[in-house]
């Protein structure tokens, strides 16, 4: 299994770069993930400043609005994607990792989608298992 | 936390931690990775006891390690056969003063070094490839008996025995806790790839009603890969297996259509192929061609062919040219009829139907594809192209005959009745 | 230089149901162009939050690990591309293009890697 393991950001670390020493320990963190044989990919973001949205508002053209997004609550910092056998050993592993936020820091654990997740639960399918299940609970 | 959450995560500490724990007791017990496995599982079920009460240590595996040694000491006064096999224990240990050393000290420094012997010895040629693919599972990938069987489709009973009786192999055959060097290693070597890409290839031919473990076994086997990759960074073929298992898998969700059938490489739809595998592979065999200066071995001769396909943006871009060549390559070292087979495919899409028969036609003769249906599928396809359509009808109906798949015969006798027309 | 595009959640996405065999077609078409180009380093969809979980570190405190769903919808992210680009305008432009048939509408943000 994948999974996406969110670094959050905030207002005083949005781009803000690490200390050299998180910096070190992040390092060290990462080595042992690539040790481990799990790791796929990790990567820091430049700050919100330098970044954009862009919006689909149900209007012809998207709108587009420059960052900083710092007002956000869910500002992103970094990222990595591990290779995991489950929920449970991905989150064993990020409990080890430094603190990301110096005194307080936050990351979010999703897993990706496999084909499998996309197949099954397209809207049809899902109003058909809804349709089912009325049957089902009607017939009760 | 509850008794069952306590539970759960000492199975994944368990996972995550039994390899360098396992592989350093066994340095300690002198090569004996039964023992050590033993004084491992007695640290386990002392973590099931232990962390329910106590919560879950902040470093785990230095608690596992630790709890492990004390056994070992206790094993040690009170079993003199143990003393030969723990010496190096008995040295750390003041005995009889009560006072263990600071464990975490001096923990890293060899741990690397002895997940390599391990898997070293794991791979042993003196065991038969079963054993050495249950025993790496077991050791390395930290599966649990019933895990591994529901991955080989065997009752848990028969990897229990397997496992059994490899470590009592080992141990009669004395094999030394150790990288071997020289001429040795390449061999050892060798039969360590082996078993890693045995595991990716019964993981990549599960289906899709197989148990959620037989697809984990890809997985599995990249994630030794590249643990290996990274323990012997300087090893060229070790890059090119990880290389070819990954861009192998690229392709996994492209590889069957929405009622189940297969889809053929050329035909898939390269928007499912796995970018970031692909990323990784293609990485790995650039790392793996760096350090050979070009020369392939088989692991990466078959990884490039699989990036030729990976960077083709569309089928018709693939670059038919290299991948000939690089067939003719894997030929050289691995001299085999298929291999001639799939170069006269190569070397039909980069040079003719014409010159591709001539490869084909040299190989068809070989008993080794006596039964093999690709052969007059392959010939019939080249025939058709080269409008000798009577001899390419005859080919397809032959090869349909010969598949035992359902579709692949239909498939094939579409193509023959499509010629005949 | 490299661009991570977060597509932003919305209750369809956080309610598990995937899009429309239509949106899916288009969207793959989508993907398969962006991919010709060479353009994708990577591009994955996430599960919804439901089933995610959040780690939440205090100074040297054991972490603590919080269960999802989390409320803000709006502000997760449903799937992410990271893209090869010239510059961020080049990828703005590039992903104002994407198939979006949803009325709602939706959000995306693209931010470069730190390099």
Known sequence: MRFMVIVKANEDTDGKGPSAELLAEMGKFNEEMVKAGILLAAEGLAPSSEGARVVFDGKATPQVVDGPFTESKELVGGFWILQCRDRDECIEWIKRMPNPGGEHGEVEIRRVAEASDLENMTPEVAELEGRLRAQIAGEA | ?421 | MRFLVMVKSNAETEGGIGPTTEDLTAMSRFNEQLSADGRIVFAEGLTPSREGVRVVFDGDAEPKVIDGPFAETKELIAGVWLLNGESLEDVVELMKRTPCTDPQGGVMEIRPISE
């Open chain 2, 1 to 421: 936390m509850t008794v069952a959450d306590t539970r759960s995560t000492v199975e994944t500490v368990w996972r995550i931690e039994s390899p360098r724990l396992i592989a350093g007791l066994a340095r300690m017990a002198r090569g004996d990775v039964g023992l050590a496995e033993e004084l491992a599982q007695d640290a386990l079920v002392a973590a099931l006891e232990q962390w329910p009460e106590s919560g879950v240590p902040r470093n785990p595996g230095a608690w596992l390690m630790t709890i492990a040694k004390r056994r070992a000491v206790d094993q040690f006064r009170r079993n003199e056969r143990y003393t030969e096999k723990l010496e190096e224990v008995g040295r750390d240990q003041r005995l009889g003063d009560g006072v263990l050393p600071d464990f975490d000290a001096g923990l890293d420094d060899h741990i690397e070094d002895d997940v390599l012997r391990l898997l070293f010895v794991a791979c042993h040629p003196v065991l038969n490839t079963q054993a050495r693919v249950a025993l790496t599972l077991r050791m390395l990938g930290g599966l649990t008996t019933d895990e591994i069987a529901r991955a080989f489709l065997v009752r848990e009973s028969t990897i229990a025995q397997r496992i059994v009786r490899a470590k009592k192999a080992l141990a009669a055959a004395k094999v030394p806790f150790e990288v071997p060097e020289g001429d040795e290693r390449v061999a050892r070597l060798s039969s360590v790839l082996e078993v890693i890409y045995l595991v990716f290839n019964e993981g990549y031919s599960a289906t899709r009603g197989d148990d959620w473990m037989r697809p984990a076994l890809c997985e599995e086997a990249m994630r030794l890969g590249r643990v290996l990759a990274a323990l012997i960074p300087g090893e060229s073929e070790v890059h090119g297996l990880v290389a070819l298992m990954e861009l192998q898998s690229s392709r996994a969700k492209a590889r069957t259509g929405p009622n189940g059938e297969p889809v053929l490489l050329l035909d898939q739809d390269r928007s499912r192929w796995d970018r970031l595998l692909i990323q990784h592979g293609l990485a790995a065999l650039t790392l793996s061609e760096q350090i050979a200066e070009g020369a392939y071995g088989p692991y990466s001769a078959q990884a490039a062919i699989a990036a030729c396909h990976a960077r083709a943006r569309t089928a018709s871009e693939t670059d038919w040219v290299r991948i000939a060549a690089l067939y003719e390559g894997l030929g050289k070292l691995q001299p085999s009829p298929v291999i001639e087979l799939n170069r006269g495919v190569a070397v039909a899409m980069a040079y003719g139907p014409e010159a591709g028969l001539a490869v084909v036609d040299a190989v068809a003769g070989e008993p080794a594809l006596k039964d093999y249906h690709l052969l007059p599928s392959v010939r019939g396809d080249l025939l058709q192209k080269l409008g000798r359509l009577e001899e390419a009808e005859r080919e397809f109906r032959r090869a349909a005959e010969m598949t035992e798949n359902a579709r692949e015969r239909a498939f094939l006798l579409d193509r023959a009745t499509a010629v005949g027309s």
